[in-house]
T-cell receptor
Framework: AQKVTQAQTEISVVEKEDVTLDCVYE???????LFWYKQPPSGELVFLIR??????QNEISGRYSWNFQKSTSSFNFTITASQVVDSAVYFC????????????FGTGTRLLVSP | NAGVMQNPRHLVRRRGQEARLRCSPM?????VYWYRQLPEEGLKFMVY????????ESGMPKERFSAEFPKEGPSILRIQQVVRGDSAAYFC??????????????FGPGTRLTVL
């Protein structure tokens, strides 16, 4: 069965703190992709990153970084020096080779960054 | 290059009425996906369509819900005889014609359905 777990329901930090959002996934497929989306208060979904199951290199984009560890089935997302504009709900999602292209989402982590 | 368009953005219906949600994919995209987000929950897949074909409807409730993506015009998600439990945000996403596993899905702004 396929599943994405985001155990942290809500995280509150103060501006400039670093914060890590956890994502753990389950799949029997050997070929799959993992995604992170951001949902700001306005409600739309914004694509952040994708990672395929064969590429375990970490990635950094500005203040954002992602750590993919296949051994622990985790794809964690770190925001460095958080800002108020980072306040949003963040979703981790899984797309499998056998899944007809559908995304399986976690329940999301609400990040609140206060000034 | 317009993104995925959804209308209406907000829809209010009384119990028993019908709700029609429309989705126009990005230009050049021929794959459409519908997801539902219940309050305080993640998005749940409902249905995947290509032009004139339903590819995967494994997430659609068995009754009252239907979806189509005609040759011309937007994709429509139709909910008949709405109940309060249908209140949710409904998101449409699209992807390019040759669907690859690596393709991100581009999401519309969503339609917030409220059933009174």
């Amino acid at each position: 069965a396929q599943k994405v777990t985001q155990a942290q329901t809500e995280i509150s930090v103060v501006e400039k703190e670093d914060v890590t959002l956890d994502c753990v996934y389950e799949t029997r497929d050997t070929t799959y992709y993992l995604f992170w989306y951001k949902q700001p208060p306005s409600g739309e979904l914004v694509f952040l990153i994708r990672r395929n199951s064969f590429d375990e290199q970490n990635e950094i984009s500005g203040r954002y970084s992602w750590n993919f560890q296949k051994s622990t089935s985790s794809f964690n997302f770190t925001i460095t020096a958080s800002q108020v504009v980072d306040s949003a709900v963040y979703f981790c999602a899984l797309k499998m080779n056998t899944g007809f292209q559908k995304l399986v989402f976690g329940t999301g982590t609400r990040l609140l960054v206060s000034p | 290059n317009a993104g995925v368009m959804q209308n209406p953005r907000h829809l209010v219906r009384r119990r028993g009425q019908e709700a029609r949600l429309r989705c126009s994919p990005m230009k050049g995209h021929s794959h459409v996906y519908w997801y539902r987000q219940l309050p305080e929950e993640g998005l749940k897949f409902m249905v995947y369509l290509q032009k004139e074909n339903i590819i995967d409807e494994s997430g659609m409730p068995k009754e009252r819900f239907s979806a189509e993506f005609p040759k011309e015009g937007p994709s429509i998600l139709r909910i008949q005889q709405v109940v309060r439990g249908d209140s949710a945000a409904y998101f449409c996403a699209s992807s390019p014609p040759v669907a690859q596993l690596s393709d991100e899905q581009f999401f519309g702004p969503g339609t917030r359905l409220t059933v009174l």
